[in-house]
């Protein structure tokens, strides 16, 4: 027969139930931003049935992370369980970029066929998201403690997001066109990873890798003079993340 570290059995009701953690992380961010520059058809005259030209820039850096979870756990067996939570975080730093663009100062750019360049950046403020986990503890290890498993997890994210881009042609006087935008949006990525818990049933550690995706856009002008060119921005983003974290449980005491 197992003794009791080896069974999960033994110690099951111990992990069952309320739990509340808080959790550390560093996200790999590489984003893609691509932009377009649209004329209507009968606007330029160099281009009677309309003119589209794209570009795009891609650079990668990190987001830290901090978050705060609760959630409940329930055993399916004595050795597999599910747990739901709702998970807070706010973050900090940022990626950022040039977009070279497509024009060299050549020509005045008004009626424009090109995409402009400029800086850009990324910034991710806050979130709130539900995350599942499907865990299993093993019979063996028991080096790791009463609280070990190791685990799937999936979740979706409500995201609020900060993109910055500017716009400098590199022309003097009338030639020259600059300006900056600001935007704050929302996004909803989504994540799965997996994880490795360990400690005591009532205190744990564990240890997660995750990848995540979202995008967001903007749009500008409508295209319909040469001063208002329709401008799509997209930022796509994809995220690995490594993460340290900590769970207390509030077991159902059976």
């Known amino acids: 027969m197992s003794s009791p570290i080896l069974a999960p059995g033994a110690w099951a009701n111990d992990t069952e139930g ?71 975080a706010v973050y900090s730093n940022a990626v950022q970029g040039f977009f070279e663009g497509t024009y060299t100062g050549h020509e005045r750019p008004i009626p424009s066929e090109h995409v ?3 800086s850009w950046k990324v910034e991710k ?9 499907l865990g299993y503890v093993p019979r063996g290890l028991a080096f790791l403690g009463e609280g070990r498993s190791v685990y799937l997890i999936s979740g979706v994210k409500w995201l609020d997001a900060t993109f910055e881009a500017a716009i400098d042609n590199g022309g003097v006087g009338a030639d020259a066109i600059r300006s900056m935008t600001r935007k704050t949006r929302d996004a909803v990525p989504w994540l799965i990873g997996g994880g490795l818990e360990f400690g005591s049933s009532k205190n744990r550690v564990d240890v997660r890798i995750h990848y995540s995706s979202w995008s967001m856009d903007y749009a500008s002008g409508d295209g319909a003079t040469e001063q208002s060119a329709y401008v799509p921005s997209t930022f796509d983003v994809d995220e690995v993340g490594v993460s340290l974290g900590y769970t207390r449980s509030f077991s159902l005491g059976m």
């Open 125 to 133: 403020n806050h979130s709130i998201g539900f995350n599942a986990r």
């Open 18 to 88: 309320l739990f509340a953690g808080v959790r550390f992380g560093h996200e790999l961010a590489g984003i893609e931003y691509a932009k377009t520059v649209h004329y209507n058809a009968g606007v330029l005259a160099s281009h009677p049935q309309g003119s589209v030209v794209a570009g795009s820039d891609r650079a990668r850096d990190g987001f830290n992370a901090f978050s705060a979870n609760l959630g409940y756990r329930a055993f399916l067996s004595d050795q597999v369980y599910l747990s739901g939570e709702v998970e807070g």
């Open 116 to 118: 402009f360049p400029g």
